[in-house]
């Protein structure tokens, strides 16, 4: 069974930092693209980044420059490292994972195949 699970998020101050986390199971990890998304109360699911199966990244221009998209591919786990928050970051953050060799700026929700359950940003400002 294919599971994704994200963590890390909470409540932080703008300027603050948070890293959140997203384990992997059920597929063999190193062939997967991973994305990261967030939705934030009343607007549409967003893509945020993305690393491919080869540490490739992408980053949407909302957030390059403070985030961090890595992976271990040791523990299955793919990090966005975020940096300098402002409030316009709230949202709850999934991920998600895909096997299509698709470019790394499809950040659709149609573009991926797994998802995970989200994991709660909040800064206040």
């Known amino acids: 069974e294919v599971q994704l699970q994200a963590s890390g998020g909470g409540s932080v101050q703008a300027g603050g930092s948070l890293r959140l986390s997203c384990v992997a199971s059920g597929f063999f990890f190193d062939d997967y693209a991973i994305g990261w998304f967030r939705q934030a109360p009343g607007k549409e699911r967003e893509g945020v980044s993305s690393?491919?199966?080869?540490?490739?990244?992408y980053y949407e221009d909302s957030v390059k420059g403070r985030f961090t998209i890595s992976r271990d591919n040791a523990k299955n786990t793919v990090y966005l490292q975020m940096n300098s928050l402002k409030s316009e970051d709230t949202a709850v953050y999934y991920c998600a994972a895909r096997v299509r060799r698709l470019i790394l700026s499809a950040l659709g929700s149609d573009d991926y195949d797994y998802w995970g359950q989200g994991t709660q940003v909040t800064v206040s400002s």
């Open positions: 690393i491919s199966s080869d540490s490739s990244t």
